[in-house]
């Protein structure tokens, strides 16, 4: 479908060749200057936004980020299972009709899922062992190159149950947890889903999810939103213009981090003690701007190093993974919730996600005039585009099309 591997590849080199400009999106260290560059605010979006000048190679030196081996440097991403976290005790799925009958069913994802992973990490997952093991791996799929008190000290706050599950099936008496997962996609302008989306039990949705005056097409319900630091307050910044001035906040809202730099669990720190944000990158921020007056433990999950990894290995294994750029590659944040979900709920929808025909749409719902969606290197929409509607032939998930 669509572009080529060579017009992908073709699509890096032009990125990475240009100006000397770096892509850097989660590689969490202070940016020297500000992007100034015109190519910065195309490249100002959600997923892809910081932009630093020098060279790749000596700037991933410098920072001692290159990327583990299991994810770059040519050597295949294998998936082995031996050495992966402890499954947490699950609760029991009463639902009849759940994807994890669809799953088992199916030749090819009955061997791609595994349903016994974590999806969440919390304190207890913290052991020297974990701690061994996720030190090999470079965030987002581990810890390497991170201080161990600063992980430490922010897995500690995750302390209570409830940081280990998403929602508590005790409930859902019926037994079927139904979930809508809304992207940003252009396919939802005028779509008319909003009814819809919001009668689902949960409604994820991501980055910058603009809702007012698209009520009628994206609803108005959300259960969970997930970011990453780096995404969320870039958010912020390229979706003002349409709405997106604040992080969604609501009582009974649940935000699902995505651990992709030492940001994410310095943040994640600071929110939890009410405190400003002592270091680092994101050094002065006052997290209640974006997480409200009473965030707490209570209100955040972590994904699970171990989870992103076993995702990016059975699921979206790109050939980004084998060039150069590999190290500046990961899920996008709308697979990663929808990839969440499927292993969560019962039943899942998926909303403004990229299709086949995604050249009819512009990028997000919320542009007045039409932009195309434009790919960078950090993501393989085309390989996620893929997996979608494989998943949605195979009965697993329903997404919306037009
Ligand atoms: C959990 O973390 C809180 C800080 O948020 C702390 O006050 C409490 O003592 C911890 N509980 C346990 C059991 O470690
Ligand atoms: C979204 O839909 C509205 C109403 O149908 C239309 O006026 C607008 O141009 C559309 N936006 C884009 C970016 O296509």
Request: charged share 20%; net charge positive.
């Amino acid at each position: 479908m669509g572009a080529s591997r060579g017009a992908r590849l073709c699509l890096l080199l032009l990125l990475a060749g240009g100006p000397l400009w770096v892509l850097r999106c989660r590689l969490g260290r202070p940016t020297p200057t500000a992007p100034k560059s015109r190519t910065a605010p195309s490249l100002l979006r959600q997923e892809m936004l910081q932009l630093v000048p020098g060279g790749l190679s000596q700037d991933a030196g410098r920072h001692g980020l290159s990327r583990d081996s299991s994810m770059n440097r040519g050597k295949p991403l294998t998936y082995s299972g031996s050495r992966e976290a402890k499954p947490t005790k699950d609760q029991p799925r009463l639902c009849s009709q759940s994807l994890t009958l669809k799953v088992k069913a199916d030749p090819r994802f009955g061997q791609l899922f595994r349903f016994h992973i974590p999806v969440l990490m919390w304190g207890q997952h913290f052991t020297p062992e974990t701690w061994d093991r996720l030190k090999e791996r470079s965030a987002p799929y581990g810890w390497h190159g991170l201080p161990y008190t600063a992980i430490a000290s922010t897995l500690h706050l995750l302390n209570n149950s409830v940081n280990s599950r998403l929602f508590d099936r005790a409930g859902f008496p019926e037994g079927c947890v139904r979930c809508a997962v809304v992207g940003n996609g252009g396919i939802l302008n005028g779509s008319r889903q909003g009814k819809e989306i919001d009668a689902h039990d949960f409604v994820f949705r991501l980055n910058g999810a603009v809702i007012k005056d698209f009520e009628d097409d994206v609803g108005t319900k959300t259960s969970f939103y997930g970011f990453t630091v780096n995404t969320m307050k870039n958010s912020l910044i390229a979706y003002r213009e349409y709405g997106f001035t604040q992080i969604p906040q609501s009582k009974d809202l649940r935000y699902i981090l995505i651990p992709s730099d030492m940001r994410d669990y310095v943040m994640l720190k600071s929110a939890i003690l009410g405190s400003s944000v002592q270091e680092g990158y994101d050094k002065g921020d006052e997290p209640r701007t974006y997480f409200g007056p009473e965030a707490s433990a209570r209100k955040f999950r972590l994904l699970h190093p171990d989870f992103i990894h076993y995702l990016t290995a059975q699921f979206l294994r790109s050939e980004i993974i084998n060039t150069q750029y590999g190290y500046l590659y990961m899920p996008s944040t709308g697979a990663l919730m929808l990839l969440t979900a499927l292993h969560t709920c019962d039943q899942v929808s998926a909303y403004g996600f990229i299709t086949d025909n995604y050249r009819k749409f512009s990028d997000h719902y919320y542009e007045r005039e039409k932009k195309p969606l434009v790919f960078y290197a950090n993501h393989d929409m085309l390989l996620e585009a893929k997996l979608w509607k494989s998943l949605h032939r195979a009965g697993i998930m329903k997404l919306y099309q037009r």
